[in-house]
């Protein structure tokens, strides 16, 4: 491992791109400490409650810039929720369903699309930030001094505006001249700066005596342990045989060859369990505004759905199978697999070419995504069952974890490829 990191850092170009991602990381970071003007953070507390709600989830996103009301506030969010908005958009609109396919140039197109979506996203949701800091006080008359309400607010909007697109433009410039996927490094980046505080929990917790003696060394045991089960459930994957037919062109034959399509486990990634916080994380942020009397109808269906019970560990679980599929059925196509398939020759062993291979291929991946969308489901799940056995509450959930691992593998491949090119071992061997 070490002798590898030593003849990447020997390589210039390689060099260079390593020193260049840390560089616009430290930039992230940076702007992550950065306030916004006019703002009072220490107000914000007020509407985070126990960050178990919407706003913990951006608070995660932007390894807490959002509480503390910085310039990168908006984080990433904006950019993923346009990518996730241009993917669907893609699968219903016809035209970008086309310039889908069009090649380098169409996906330019689409990127293009995608950031004017990003600023318009950033734009509404700054203006709902400021609209939730002066709820939460954090806009006193202290710094409205000399300025009129209609500047500051401008001024805010503007600059958190500004952040979303300028940390959409660091992610694009780690992906043209460093290393990994510049988006997923980022929020990577702002997971990491978090685990500190993980730690001074833990911390914490060692120090109350008694059973937290035994509680916390089991607790990074089984964090450790999730770990090495999310990386053996990343890599894993089905494949489906593919025999291609002979074929003669002029003098020389081609095909005869064997391989196949590998269908990872994990198809869908992290995007489910985001879709399902999101969703779960309504009634919560409900709750910060509207305090419903107690012992009323509201009141119990907001208690119920209250991140540390049952009733919404059980939702969580069956949202995050539900957005399992829809999102799978999204990205991959059966017809389309079948035929690529059909168009070069091939033919999956034993499965006759046309609707046969298009309904075993879809047995296959409905198959798949269901032992992915259990994985995802008790890996996002089990934080919550811990927490509430052995109440630890560390700031990293099963959705953190997954983030950090996927995104660890991809950049790591990324350098074994950019090491096999130099000829040198790579980090996988």
């Known amino acids: 491992m070490f002798e590898v990191i030593k003849n990447a850092l020997k390589s210039p170009e390689l060099k260079k791109r390593i020193l260049f991602t840390l560089f616009i990381l430290i930039i992230f970071r940076i702007g992550a400490a950065i306030p916004v003007p006019f703002v009072d ?7 985070m409650g126990d960050g178990n709600n919407f706003f913990g989830y951006l608070d995660m996103m932007s390894g807490g810039a959002f509480q503390n009301a910085t310039i990168f506030a908006m984080s990433i969010t904006p ?92 992610g694009e410039q780690i992906n043209d001249k460093g290393i990994g996927n510049g988006i997923s490094i980022i929020l990577f980046a702002g997971i990491v700066a978090r685990g500190p505080q993980a730690f001074q929990v833990l911390w914490e917790n060692f120090k109350k005596g008694g059973s937290q003696y035994i509680l916390v060394p089991l607790t990074v045991i089984i964090f450790a342990a999730v770990i090495v089960f999310i990386v053996i459930m990343t890599n894993a994957e089905r494949r489906i045989p593919v025999q291609y037919a002979k074929r003669v062109v002029g003098r020389k034959m081609y095909g005869g060859q064997s391989s196949y399509i590998p269908i990872k486990v994990s198809l869908s990634g992290v995007m489910p369990i985001i879709f ?17 009397e107690q012992g009323s109808f509201w009141y119990n269906v907001l208690a119920a759905l209250s991140p540390s019970g049952w009733v919404y560990a059980v939702l969580y679980f069956i949202l995050i199978i539900a957005f399992n599929y829809f999102y799978v059925a999204i990205q991959y196509n059966p017809v389309e697999i079948a035929n690529n398939i059909k168009s070069n ?85």
């Open 41 to 47: 953070a220490s107000q914000i507390i007020n509407v």
């Open 79 to 170: 950019y993923i929720n346009a990518s996730i908005i241009m993917q669907l958009l893609t699968v219903a609109i016809p035209p970008l369903e086309r310039l889908s396919k069009e090649g380098g140039e169409g996906r330019k197109k689409i990127n293009q699309i995608t950031r004017y979506v990003t600023v318009g996203l950033g734009l509404i949701q700054a203006i709902g930030y400021y609209f939730l800091l002066r709820s939460a006080g954090a806009i006193g008359s202290d710094y409205l001094s000399g300025f009129s309400l209609y500047f500051t607010a401008v001024v805010i909007v503007v600059t958190f505006t500004a952040g979303a697109a300028l940390i959409m433009w660091l």
């Open 345 to 429: 020759n091939g033919a999956i062993p034993g499965i006759r070419p046309g609707r046969p291979t298009v309904t075993f291929i879809s047995k296959v991946i409905s198959k798949i995504t269901l032992v992915g969308a259990i994985f995802l489901g008790i890996v996002a799940v089990f934080p919550i069952l811990f927490t509430a056995l052995t109440d630890i509450n560390v700031s990293l959930g099963g959705t953190s974890v997954i983030i950090l691992v996927g995104v660890a593998l991809d950049t790591m491949r990324q350098l074994e490829s950019q090491m096999t090119v130099r000829h040198h071992k790579g980090f996988l061997e």
């Open 276 to 292: 399902a916080s999101a969703f779960l994380s309504i009634p919560s942020t409900i709750q910060l505004f509207v305090t419903p």
